[in-house]
């Protein structure tokens, strides 16, 4: 019951047209899914949530690249350290989206099938099949939104750091972040 009722409370969030455009921590903050929700759909599932650390692992590959942004001016640097953080984070916020949708979806699912259960004995195994692999795709989205926006912690950690600090060498290459999942 208290999963349903985590489900139903995310229903009745309006997100603004101004909310949507953001893509930074407090962005991602917002839109990140429930740890707990999560980890109960998962277990319902039989998905085991991964141990791996994906800050630290964000954390890593921003390094590395920004290790690669040398010699540059320093507007450009900043400039390129900017764009490799609204990246992360706009990639991790659309994530944390989609598993929100399909959290909503099996939600919404659940709500119709119960009384198509309860009148026709033959739709239940139908509907059961239905559910689970809804919840099952859901969980699913829900560990790669989670993995992403640990991710985007990590980098929005270490370009943080350098944006904040005077770190004024690189050769302003840009270079394209791979997915962590």
Known sequence: MAPTMIENLQEN??????????CDLDALIAEEPDFLAAEALCDRCGIEIPT????????????ELIATLKDCDPVLYQRSLRRMQEDA??????????????????SVLRRR????????PVMHAECNAALADA????????LAAMAAA????????????????????????????????
């Open 13 to 22: 969030i309006v997100r603004f047209p101004l909310e949507l455009r953001r």
């Open 150 to 181: 640990e991710w985007a912690r990590g980098i929005d950690e270490v370009v943080s750091y350098h944006l904040s600090d005077s770190h004024a060498s690189s050769n302003c290459t840009v270079v394209p972040f791979s997915r962590p999942v």
């Open 52 to 63: 791996i650390n994906f800050i630290e692992c964000g954390e890593d590959e921003a390094r």
């Open 89 to 106: 984070m706009a990639m991790a916020i659309g994530l944390c989206r989609k598993a929100r949708r399909a959290q909503a979806d099996v």
């Open 135 to 142: 919840e099952r795709r859901a969980a699913q989205q829900l």
């Open 113 to 120: 099938s119960i009384p198509e259960r309860s009148a026709n």
